[in-house]
């Protein structure tokens, strides 16, 4: 009897939890969505907004492809997205929204099959967030989630190529498993144009994805093809001829050598010296007390995992893939040691991947630990924990708004006088947050103001620049 009560209580509190989970990661997406509308301004989305308005969208296009960066796809997005105040807030939507498609995509991947994330599959949803908020860097007012989520100028170059890559590389992940084959559509015509264009906009959006996916392919399907002895059909051909001529724009632009960001501009270039860098950004990525904390957790959950799943053969083709990819999306860094908070995106994605795809999401022992109350509680902890941080970014939003407009006033009475140099205030934020990015630095101010000189006042001058 007493057992029965025990059961009944258990039960209870696991369906209240259980909802409970639900209800805040409903909130955790709307949050999300807010943060990424309220996002400020800032660094190249002002200075390409200015230089459109000076010149036009092909001297813009013409400028950065030669100049600035050879991120093809990317700089065509861009005067999309910052055309003005409307576009700009519609795309904080979008972006956010990309996000957890991007999440549902990863999932779909390590599951091999559609996700339920608000049902079954919640757990595996909830920890592959936590999984990126937590590996992406942050320091001060620097953070990659806010870089490459919110702020338009990097998620052009980082979130959306993602999502083109994820989709571009679906059908390529059945036929490493050996599965049937992938198709976007019924239509033949439709499949092959689909893949050529998701190949030629993942490698021509980043030289990460081109680099790293290109070197991974090229061996996995030398693999499959000589050993497995695996037929590469026409569909993955064509997909991967339009990656190929897509890596091309990307490869052969003129930025990469001799443009604001290219080789040239590199102290004492050489590639023992862009080694010395290379491994000082890996050691960053990879060895720190966190990271083998949570490595060691979830090697002891996966030991549990296999003893019961010994009798049960585990394909680790993905687990390989993904990890290998994990590592070739740095090695462009050996030839440009250009890296920053937000070119962790890449190696974190993949390692996620890599990671969660170790699990038998089908056997008894997930099923049991899914629908364990302590598993449930665990959630919901880790859904209050992200959640506190997104409360302090909408928050510093909502601030940086407001100094924003005081700053922009100052700025229009200091020109109505014919002021050429004004005095204001460096932004700040309310307190530091991994959904929160902030660059507020002189140069692209002088250039978007149009005015000679700023000076700041009761703000630290030496921020963190990135």
Known sequence: MLNKMNYKIVNKTNRVINI????LLIIFILISIVIAMTQTPVAEDMSFKKFINDNNLLEFYKYHYLNDDGRFISIFLMPVIIYNKFTYLIFGIINAIVFFIEIYLINKIVL???????TKDKLLFVITIVF?????????????????????????????????????IQPFINLLKNEKQFFYFKNRILNSLSIFILGFVSAASNQQIFTGLFIVLFFVILFLKIYKKRKISLFLITGIIGFII????????????TGARGVDKIPNFSIINNLEH???YLKYFFISLKDLLFIAIFFLIYKTHSIYQKDKKINYSVTIFFLLLTFASTFVFIIIPQMYFRTFWYPVIFLCISV????????????????????????LFLLIFILKDSAIGIINN???QKQVAERENIIRQAKTNNKKTVKIRQLELVNHSRTTFLSDEK???LYYYDLDSIVFINSNENKKND
């Open 20 to 23: 409970s989970i639900l209800v």
């Open 112 to 118: 091999g099959r559609k996700p339920l994330i608000f």
């Open 132 to 168: 990126i908020w937590y590996f992406l860097p942050v320091l001060e007012d620097v953070s990659a989630w806010g870089q490459c989520i919110n702020w338009r100028t990097a998620s052009v170059g980082y979130l959306y190529p993602t999502l083109f890559m994820l989709l571009f």
């Open 246 to 257: 897509g890596g091309i724009f990307i490869a052969v632009a003129p930025a990469n050598f």
């Open 278 to 280: 290379y491994f000082l």
């Open 356 to 379: 969660f795809s170790i699990i038998d999401y089908n056997s008894s022992f997930y099923k049991k630990i899914n629908k364990n109350l302590i598993t449930n509680i665990f959630l």
């Open 398 to 400: 909502y601030s940086l």
């Open 443 to 445: 140069v692209w101010l």
